[in-house]
């Protein structure tokens, strides 16, 4: 079982910018699906974006499309770490941001319900 723990959450005004991190235990990061999800106090858990597994390490990537050409999803193989790096933050990407796994390919990466393995999520605030 992957074990997994967010950071780099914050406070920021429109426009900034956050990278935030998903460090992974227990090893074997790159035989994992990768993704991260986010939830509001009113909101169901929503799809943001995923790294496909693949035996070749280089998964297909997705992204919702309101944050396709702001954010960017990556990971680290070797330091076992999945990243987002958010640009040009609006106010309704405030949320609490949650990173997931799931051993191999899924059939629906943008279905929480797939994913057995979650951090305990950090949190993002953009305001004015």
């Known amino acids: 079982q992957v074990h997994l723990v967010e950071s780099g959450g914050g406070d920021v005004q429109p426009g900034a910018s956050l990278q935030l991190s998903c460090a992974a235990s227990?090893?074997?990061?790159?035989?994992?699906?990768m993704a991260w999800f986010r939830q509001t106090p009113t909101t169901n858990r929503e799809f943001v974006a995923a790294?496909?597994?693949?035996?070749?390490?280089?998964?297909?990537?997705y992204y919702e499309d309101s944050v396709k050409g702001r954010f960017i999803i990556s990971k680290d193989n070797a330091k076992e770490t999945l990243f987002l790096q958010m640009n040009t933050l609006r106010p309704e990407d405030t949320a609490t941001y949650y990173c997931?796994?799931?051993?191999?390919?899924?059939?629906?990466?943008?279905?929480?319900?797939?994913?057995?393995?979650w951090g305990q999520g950090t949190q993002v605030i953009v305001s004015s």
């Open positions: 227990r090893g074997y990061f790159s035989r994992y699906s």
């Open positions: 997931a796994a799931q051993r191999y390919a899924l059939s629906d990466y943008t279905d929480p319900r797939r994913y057995p393995y």
């Open positions: 790294i496909a597994y693949s035996s070749d390490d280089n998964g297909k990537i």
